[in-house]
């Protein structure tokens, strides 16, 4: 399997993360597989004969009880929901950052989570924040800032660095000035739209100042 994602996708993720500093966050990646439409000739289609999932946007749900099963399937029905207004748009993936700066490991119940995606779109991705590479990242010395897990059956484990494909060609400047915007505290996931229904958990106008 080989993953490409926008650039845009790698920059939600990190203000997601950047929000909620002391939390862990996670949400979900849409886009397009290979798996949906074999025969066609794009950027979601086949590499050398390896299934190819293209991340197009990344929906941010949680940032407190991860675990919380009942808000992980309302936001799932919603997500739903959007992706039929967007064709060709489907659940492809999902994102996770954990909460401490050292750990760099997909921990069970994030597999938990991972698992409930994939239940839903056999070849789901997980791409994990690899805190280890952020200081690297604010330094400007290191775009390499995402992990791709794969489960093919034997569980979720880390896929070799050469299978996921990020555009992040000046995306270190795109988050810094995001940053001094404020975008990350503008920035809505699913539990924000729980607690107040007038955000907008779709992002939608995040980056139109």
Known sequence: MVCTVDRIVVLKILLHSAKYPSSSVNGLLLGTSSADAPSQASESSTHDGQLTVHVTDAIPL???FLTLAPSMETALLQVDVLCQSRAGLRVVGYYHANESMTDVDLR?????????IQQQQKQAITLLVDNSKLSAFADNTSQDILQLWTSEGKGWARAAASRL????????DLYMDAMLQGSHQKLSDFDDHLNDISKDWTNGDLFQQ
Request: glycine share 4%; proline share 5%; hydrophobic share 30%.
């Open 165 to 172: 494909r990020c555009d992040t060609e000046g995306l270190r």
């Open 62 to 64: 949680l940032h407190s």
């Open 108 to 116: 069970p119940f994030a597999r938990r989570l991972a698992d409930r």
